[in-house]
């Protein structure tokens, strides 16, 4: 089962449910750091309803595209 999304090629909350507690053991034994984002696209229904999921599909890869490529797994 893939831990991204399809679309966006994200890790997905599956990923996060799977790995969560062992982040957070490595986190507290001072060996790691985490961050963890959120994006909120204000108005994007209307993005859906006004051009179509198509589009809306289109403004979700061009959003991860810009700012997932900022950030670094370091596993």
């Avoid at 831990?3 to 062992?22: S, W």
């Amino acid at each position: 089962m893939a831990l991204t999304d399809g679309l966006t090629g994200l890790y997905d909350r599956r990923y996060l449910e799977a790995h969560l507690n062992g982040l957070i053991e490595r986190i507290a034994c001072g060996r790691r750091h985490l961050s963890f984002i959120m994006f909120d696209i204000d108005h994007f229904k209307k993005i859906n309803a006004t051009h179509g999921h198509a589009a809306g599909d289109e403004v979700l890869q061009e959003l991860c595209a810009r700012r997932g490529g900022q950030f670094r797994n370091r596993g």
